[in-house]
């Protein structure tokens, strides 16, 4: 659970995610989902890729987006 500093009083927030972790880098409550745009709350976020930095709202937006670039 991310600190009050790191959500920010609102707002979209600017995330670095690693591997398992990610870093608040511009504070905010919430991010947007990379495949239905709809805004996740940073509390509840759980799904993202390292690789191409995106947030995902569910397991469905992972595969969606799998299935829309084609690879992984």
């Known amino acids: 659970m991310l600190g009050r500093y790191e ?4 707002g979209e927030a600017a995330v670095a995610y690693g591997d398992g972790t990610m870093r608040v880098v ?5 991010v947007r989902c990379a495949t239905t745009g709809v805004p996740i709350l940073l509390d509840d ?4 890729s390292a690789v191409r930095q995106e ?3 569910t397991p469905e937006a992972v595969m969606e987006r799998l299935r829309q ?3 992984p």
């Open 45 to 48: 976020l759980r799904y993202w």
């Open 7 to 10: 959500r920010g009083a609102g």
């Open 55 to 57: 947030a995902y709202a």
């Open 26 to 30: 511009k504070p905010g409550a919430f």
């Open 69 to 71: 670039t084609g690879r």
